[in-house]
């Protein structure tokens, strides 16, 4: 479970970074590297979104059991 929780944060991250590369100079890198509207381009986006709901569960987790709570009291 580790390993499928740091690849999706992975490709979160990167998706994330693709997206400020969209709004700073409208140069899509996903769209650059497999073709604007391909199939491939349209799977990797697919695979961004899967990652992020995915990432929706660790954090429901530490949520739940306190851990953002902790965080916030050392800063």
């Known amino acids: 479970m580790k390993a499928l929780n740091l690849v999706t944060l992975i490709l979160t991250i990167v998706a994330g970074l693709d997206a400020g590369l969209v709004g700073l100079v409208q140069t899509d890198f996903v769209a650059y590297l497999f073709g604007e509207g391909s199939a491939v381009a349209r799977g990797v986006y697919i695979i961004f979104g899967l990652s992020a709901l995915y990432q929706i569960y660790p954090l429901v987790k530490a949520w739940s059991v ?10």
């Open 66 to 75: 306190g851990e953002i709570h902790a965080e916030a009291a050392h800063t």
